[in-house]
Every structure is written in C-alpha cells, then in structure tokens.
C-alpha cells in the first residue's frame, strides 16, 4: 500500500512576527533546510501530525505583499502558489493589526485557505490593543486565532482550528475593487488564462499579477500559451502606459490599506488599558517634533 503524501502547511507573514517560532514549535528538530531552485533563498521544511493527517510545514521568507519586490518575497509569493497548500497560516503582529492586514486581504483574496495567527497577543494586550476575534473573523470571513507562540500559547488552539476547517468551506468576505483602468484590464486578461495556469489560485487574483507586469507570472503564461502571453503582455503594457506615475501594484496596495484601515477601526477598538513604557517611547520618537530635534542635534 502506497504510504499517502503528507498534506502542505505553509506559514506566511511579514518578517519579525514569530514565524520561525511557530515552525519550531511545530516541528520540533526535524527540520531541513534547502535553497529554493534557482535562488540563494533558504526555505526551511519539516513534518508534523495534526490529529489524523501528516502535514509537511514550510517556513516562507519574509514578505509584505504577494506583488513582489524582493527575491524573499518572490520566493514566498511562489511557494503559496504554486505547492497548493491545504492551509496557510498568516502570522501576525497583534500589535500592529492594521499593517498586518494588507497581507492577509492578499492572501484572502487569491482563494487560499487562510488561518490568519494574531501572534504576540500578550504584548499587544500591555500596549492597550483590544481586538475582537469573532467579528475580526467576520470581516475577513477566515479562522483568527489569538497567540503568544513564544510563550507556547495558541498552538493548541491554532491545531484544532487546523484539524477542524476545510479549506473548501471557508467562507471569505473580502472583495477587494481596484481602480477601473485595472478591472478592465483584469477583464481583458482573465479569458485569456489556460485552464490549468495555477490552479488553487483565484483567476482574478492571476490577472492582477499580470497587469502589474509581474516577470515571473509573464514568463510562465508565455512558456504555458505564448499567443495568450503576447496578448496579456500588450494589455498589460497598455495599461502601464496609462498611468506610469502609479503603477497597477501600488494602486492595488493602495486599495489593501485603505480596506485593512476600515477592517481594523472597526475591529480593534482602542482599550482603557494605558500604553506600555516601549509603546510610548515609539509615539515620541516617531512624533514629528522628536524627529526634527533629533535631525538638528545630529546635524550640529
């Protein structure tokens, strides 16, 4: 009898939001570590059991956006699309709900299945962050769970949550709309996409991509369909003609701020409890009179 492939858990989220230690927590020592192909970027993989099921976990790079900038965030962006995972957990910083959003609006959006992983909720809490679970997921129409991984909190909870969604029945509810220059364009694009052009991943999703010109996607459908890569390389440049001063990504990400600021004014409402001590330090460093003291006593 044929032993059965383990199922693919990928773990996704900004740099510095605890990633690392849930993939140790999951994995214990069994992990390895390889370069993606092509890339001098280290991809860290190990196996856990979760009830039933044997799941290999895979430790992403850092990334921000799945319109990618870096080769972290491109290695990241590849590995979600194209290992179809059976769940991706979004870590974030509870601390910083707000620009933790964008990202999983992404993820959201793209039609994999999210659980998102509200991590360093001990802290948060000290700082006076309030979130509220149940209509957080609500809005996001996803699994959140709340955690403090280093201190070995939420795990349990984030294995149940895990063991216990499907990822054909999670009901999102986030639709995000782009400027209509970019939903044209992601019209005209999406008929063009063969059957088969990452699948597990929402056509729309694909066709954004490509209107921002992403290399990589470009590069694919003209090996996949080169007539089809052509045309959506011409509607993709039209497009970029348009309006070069802002570019298709920035206007998406533009969009994913400014639904993620609503998301999270709704969701994260601001708590009697006084700010901590680090807290308060970064309101006065980043407070634009701190900044240009700051500037004039390092200029003397």
Same mark, same amino acid.
């Given at each position: 009898?044929?032993?059965?492939?383990?199922?693919?858990?990928?773990?996704?989220?900004?740099?510095?939001?605890?990633?690392?230690?849930?993939?140790?927590?999951?994995?214990?020592?069994?992990?390895?570590?390889?370069?993606?192909?092509?890339?001098?970027? $280290?991809?860290?993989?190990?196996?856990?059991?979760?009830?039933?099921?044997?799941? $290999?976990?895979?430790?992403?790079?850092?990334?921000?956006?799945?319109?990618? +900038?870096?080769? *972290?965030?491109?290695?990241?962006?590849?590995?979600?699309?194209? *290992?179809?995972?059976?769940?991706?957990?979004?870590?974030?910083?509870?601390?910083?709900?707000?620009?933790?959003?964008?990202?999983?609006?992404?993820? +959201?959006?793209?039609?994999?299945?999210?659980?998102?992983?509200?991590?360093?909720?001990? *802290?948060?809490?000290?700082?006076?962050?309030?979130?509220?679970?149940?209509?957080? /997921?609500?809005?996001?129409?996803?699994?959140?769970?709340?955690?403090?991984?280093?201190?070995?909190?939420?795990?349990?909870?984030?294995?149940?949550?895990? $063991?216990?969604?499907?990822?054909?029945?999670?009901?999102?509810?986030?639709?995000?709309?782009?400027? *209509?220059?970019?939903?044209?364009?992601?019209?005209?694009?999406?008929?063009?996409?063969?059957?088969?052009?990452?699948?597990?991943?929402?056509?729309?999703?694909?066709?954004?991509?490509?209107?921002?010109?992403?290399?990589?996607?470009?590069?694919?459908?003209?090996?996949?369909?080169?007539?089809?890569?052509?045309?959506?390389?011409?509607?993709?440049?039209?497009?970029?003609?348009?309006?070069?001063?802002?570019? +298709?990504?920035?206007?998406?990400?533009?969009?994913?701020?400014?639904?993620?600021?609503?998301?999270?004014?709704?969701?994260?409402?601001?708590?009697?409890?006084?700010?901590?001590?680090? /807290?308060?330090?970064?309101?006065?460093?980043?407070?634009?009179?701190?900044?240009?003291?700051?500037?004039?006593?390092?200029?003397?």
């Amino acid at each position: 009898m044929t032993a059965q492939k383990p199922k693919k858990l990928i773990i996704a989220g900004n740099p510095n939001v605890g990633k690392s230690v849930l993939f140790g927590a999951l994995t214990g020592k069994y992990a390895t570590v390889s370069n993606y192909p092509g890339t001098t970027v $280290e991809v860290l993989r190990g196996p856990v059991r979760i009830g039933s099921d044997e799941y $290999e976990v895979v430790d992403t790079p850092g990334m921000y956006s799945i319109l990618p +900038v870096t080769e *972290e965030e491109r290695v990241a962006r590849d590995i979600l699309f194209s *290992e179809r995972p059976e769940v991706v957990v979004h870590v974030a910083d509870a601390r910083n709900v707000e620009r933790m959003l964008p990202l999983t609006l992404q993820l +959201v959006e793209a039609g994999l299945p999210v659980i998102l992983a509200l991590n360093i909720m001990d *802290e948060a809490e000290t700082e006076g962050v309030s979130i509220d679970i149940p209509t957080l /997921e609500k809005e996001l129409g996803i699994p959140v769970v709340r955690a403090a991984f280093a201190k070995g909190r939420g795990l349990d909870e984030l294995k149940a949550r895990i $063991e216990s969604t499907k990822s054909d029945a999670v009901s999102r509810a986030v639709t995000v709309d782009y400027p *209509e220059p970019v939903e044209r364009a992601m019209k005209e694009i999406t008929p063009l996409l063969p059957v088969d052009f990452f699948p597990g991943v929402s056509r729309r999703t694909v066709a954004l991509l490509l209107a921002a010109m992403d290399e990589n996607m470009l590069a694919d459908i003209e090996r996949t369909e080169a007539a089809a890569g052509g045309e959506v390389r011409r509607i993709a440049g039209r497009l970029a003609d348009s309006n070069p001063a802002e570019p +298709v990504g920035y206007r998406a990400v533009v969009r994913h701020r400014e639904i993620s600021r609503r998301i999270a004014t709704v969701v994260v409402p601001t708590s009697d409890v006084p700010p901590g001590f680090r /807290e308060k330090l970064s309101r006065i460093m980043m407070n634009p009179i701190t900044i240009c003291l700051i500037w004039s006593v390092t200029s003397i």
